[in-house]
């Protein structure tokens, strides 16, 4: 009898210590939850004080719903970007105005490595294979000469605008882009560029020595002004990667080319002066707030090891190319 009475106060005495456990971990992930609200709310703007429940309920409302649009928005980012990869890689459509990237290019070791990136990046989605010509023409670019004695790539930019004037028609649809080789670009430039009316235009970022050079655009869609530090005398402060031009707006304008007769860093703003004004230009990357272009560089590569190589007439190449 005593033993039964002890077994059942037993089970009794457990079932409570359980309930007290089950309590105690209740009010522990209580307070931890309230304690991620509070770190949230300190790390989004301070210490709030609530002066009653409704405003502290109004407050996690509104963060709730802040966290609901930034989900909204990368949601969006994604099926946009779905859709561009769809849309390039399907069949080929005759109907795509084209892409003509003049590349102007130089032999060194890092030149294919530079090629391969913006190639590559594009040509996954049939830009280049397809809609993209690109223009490695074999005239000389003065890379053995200091890049501020005279622009460089002038001639090989003339040569591909003086291929298109011979090889094209005011017929033919198409773009035209001057993608210099060590540049960085994302799909999303290529897919927007295409449909330029005569000129268009967008945000470069590491360039001009800033994060992003741009043009700014006013509540009408036009531009305004240009947000460049340096060179802001220049009509179009702008890099020669930050536009692009229609085929037949440029087959209507056969004297239009490059010049070595320019200031140093005014290449794009003569050239584009001949072409457009400011307030005709066409923002695109949504209104000149979205960086599908960066001015990058590959850092020159050591080969003090090879140069010994090649001074005993030998190579670590052998049949290879870099």
Known sequence: ?????????????????????????LYAV???????WFVGVKNRGGITYFSSEEDRYKSMRDA???????LKFTREDMKRTLKLFKSSCGKWNPDLPVI???TPTYERPVQKAELTRPISNAGRVGLVVRSVTNFNLLSPTGSWEPNWTKPRGVLQRNAGLQWLRENRTPEDKGVIYFADDDN??????????????????????LVGGLLVERPLVNAAGKVSGFNSVWGTDRPFPIDMAGFAINLQHLLAH?????????????????????LTKKEDLEPLADNCTK????????????????????????????AMKV
Do not use: C
């Open 254 to 274: 056969p004297e239009v080319k490059f010049s070595f007769k320019v200031k140093m860093g005014h290449q794009e703003s003569v050239f584009l002066d001949q």
């Open 30 to 36: 209580l307070v931890i939850l309230v304690f991620l």
């Open 64 to 70: 709730l719903d802040a966290y609901e649009m930034e």
């Open 291 to 318: 960086i599908y272009v960066w001015h990058t560089r590959t850092e020159e590569p050591s080969l003090k090891f090879e140069k010994q190589l090649k001074n005993k007439g030998k190579s670590s190449l052998d």
């Open 100 to 102: 003509y990237a003049i």
């Open 184 to 205: 960085t670009y994302s799909l999303h430039i290529f897919n927007e560029m295409r449909w330029t009316k005569r000129v268009s235009v967008w945000p470069v970022g």
């Open 1 to 25: 009898m005593y033993s039964t009475n002890s077994h059942k106060w037993s089970i009794a005495l457990a079932s409570q210590d359980m309930a007290f456990k089950r309590k105690l971990s």
